[in-house]
């Protein structure tokens, strides 16, 4: 898979900026914002732990009421992985107090790696989004749908045409504002399970949004499937990057 610092060598907080202006009008209300592209490891401690406690506040509950729990060491380590990447939004003279004391001026972040899909298309590359989240002040203000589109924007350049995320029943908000961003339910998410004494809904669901390269036009995953039938084998990640580096020189 690709690694953080190439994604970077062509994705810069200019870049961002570049998108940000271009997408500003769409927001309302918003103070004025810094945006910065890093991957985990450039991510300075402060602001780690400012990201984990953004997670905390508005995700904990939820992880709580499902079988998978809160447990911070497991949520560290994944939001640490090598791969990942962050934007974060900054705004001067505003602060996301959260309940813990490591309140800072981070109002927002999206977090994401360029993964596999899921079997049966665990050749074809996706981007995963690992975490969207945006301080109780500024949300419903465009903020959570631009990263997302800037994320999207990213993986277009790559020549990625599918982004995805896991979202918790419970998080009903989150679910509805993604249906406004164009996802919906991916095949690859749990169904019902069915035991001999009871049905068990999942707790979980995992959307995708999957577009067609070229147009942008939302299309069917089956669709996909058909369009890009060849084989996408990306054993050799050397030579995948080799390739992935030539494309961004087309753009
Ligand atoms: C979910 C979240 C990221 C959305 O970000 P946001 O900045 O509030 O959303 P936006 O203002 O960009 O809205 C995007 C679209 O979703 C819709 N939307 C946003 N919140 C909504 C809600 N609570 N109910 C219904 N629709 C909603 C908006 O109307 C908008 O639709 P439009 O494009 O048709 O105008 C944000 O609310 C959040 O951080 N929630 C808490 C953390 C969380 O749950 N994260 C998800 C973990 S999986």
């Not at 450039?42 to 997670?55: E, G, N, R, S, T």
């Not at 002040?137 to 903020?143: H, V």
């Not at 919906?184 to 809904?201: A, F, M, N, Q, Y």
């Amino acid at each position: 898979m690709m690694s953080a610092p190439k994604l970077l060598s062509h994705w810069n907080d200019d870049a961002l900026a570049g998108v940000w202006n271009a997408q500003k009008d769409k927001l309302k209300d918003l103070p004025q914002v810094t945006l910065q592209l890093r991957a985990a490891s450039q991510l300075p401690a402060m602001d780690f732990y400012d990201c984990l406690a953004i997670v905390e506040y508005t995700s904990k509950a939820h992880y709580r009421a499902s079988e998978k729990g809160w447990n911070e060491r497991e949520k560290t380590l994944e939001m640490k992985t090598s791969r990942m990447l962050y934007i974060l939004v900054r705004a001067a003279g505003e602060q996301f107090s959260t309940t813990l004391d490591t309140a800072g001026d981070i109002i927002g972040f999206i977090s994401f790696m360029v993964d596999q899909d899921d079997p049966p298309r665990q050749d074809r590359r996706v981007i995963y989004i690992y975490e969207v989240h945006i301080g109780d002040n500024w949300r419903g203000k465009g903020l959570g749908k631009f990263l997302m589109f800037t994320v999207e924007a990213m993986a277009g350049m790559i020549s990625i045409n599918k982004t995805m995320l896991t979202v918790f029943m419970a998080n009903q908000k989150a679910i509805k504002a993604y249906e406004k961003m164009g996802y919906t339910k991916d095949k690859s998410s749990p169904g019902v399970r069915r035991t001999r004494r009871r049905v068990v809904e999942p707790t979980y669901m995992i959307m995708s949004k999957v577009w067609r390269e070229a147009s942008g036009e939302l299309i069917e995953d089956e669709a996909v499937e058909d369009q890009n039938g060849e084989d996408h084998n990306i054993g050799d990640q050397n030579i995948e990057d080799e390739f992935i580096e030539g494309e961004f020189m087309k753009g």
